[in-house]
Structures are given as C-alpha cells and as structure tokens.
C-alpha cells in the first residue's frame, strides 16, 4: 500500500528454509572473511508455509540492515549475523540478529510505521513497514526483541490450513 502496489496472496506451499536463507546470504556476500560472520542455524529440512518472493524480500531486508548497522561502526568494523530457524507445532520461529549498535530509543518507538522508522541518513523507512506488512499476509508476526546488544527480529509464520 505504500508504492501503490498490490501483493498478491501468498499462495500455500511448504518449502525449504535453509536454501533461501543461503541465497540471501550468497547475495549478501555473506560471510565476509574477517570482518562479518554469518550463523544461519536451522534443521536442513525445516520448511515453512511461506511465498518464497516476500519472505526472501523481507529475510534480505533484515540481513542487509544488520550487516549496513555493523558497517556503521567504522571503517574497522567487524560483527556477526545470525538467522536460526526453528518449529514449534504449526509455527515457524525465524531470528534475525546482529551485533551492532541496535536501535535508538526514539527509533525503536516507530519501527514499523511507514515513513518514520529509519534510522540511516537517507532512508525512507519503507523497508521494515513493507517487511511487517508480507509478514502479517502470511497471517504472521514480526517484533523487535530486546536485547543488550545488536538488534534482533522476531518472525513467527504459522502454517496455512490446506
């Protein structure tokens, strides 16, 4: 709704986790040998009830902002990624999670309001609106975990009935 474009349904086929969180890594350029460590944990053949295209959208969205808040640390900056799948009955719990600096107060407040939840020069603050949104269509949810250190973002994506 914010582009004025449509998503459509997200239609109810199971796939595979783990080899789209390795795309999303591959595209990242993700591990960075010395500088960014990546932990993708999950069971190999965890699948989840999920539209392949949005869920990568908003697995890449997470990922890039949590290797651009290490990068923000300076020009010696070095950090770690981590996404860990898991199920519990008919839910699948994905993390992502960083150790940068987090998130400022005053942006944690307005995270997943269009227009106002960027915390980087120059962003629009689409990105974890639009990433809330693909979530909550696939009848799930997505928060921001407390933490003392980095960011982490809870997703939980239950399974469709077929």
């Known amino acids: 709704r914010f582009g004025r474009a449509e998503e459509a349904a997200p239609p109810g086929d199971q796939m595979l986790l783990m080899p789209l ?3 999303v890594a591959d595209n990242l350029g ?19 009830d999920a539209d392949r295209d ?5 697995l890449s969205y997470l990922t890039r902002n949590a290797v651009q808040a290490i990068e923000s640390t300076g020009a010696e900056a070095k950090g770690s990624v981590s996404i860990i799948g898991r199920r519990a009955e008919r839910i699948v719990q994905i993390t992502v999670s960083d150790d940068g600096p987090g998130f400022p107060p005053r942006a ?5 309001q ?25 009848g799930g949810t997505m928060r921001l975990l407390d933490t003392e250190q980095g960011a982490a973002f ?6 469709r009935a077929t």
């Open 21 to 23: 969180v390795t795309e």
């Open 30 to 48: 993700l591990p960075r040998e010395g500088i960014i460590a990546l932990d993708a944990d999950m069971d190999p053949a965890l699948r989840i």
């Open 54 to 58: 949005q869920l990568y959208r908003v």
């Open 108 to 112: 944690r407040e307005l995270l997943f």
């Open 114 to 138: 269009a227009f106002q939840g960027s915390t980087r020069r120059g962003g629009t603050g689409l990105g974890l609106a639009i990433a809330f949104e693909l979530i909550a269509a696939h």
């Open 154 to 159: 809870e997703i939980r994506i239950p399974d």
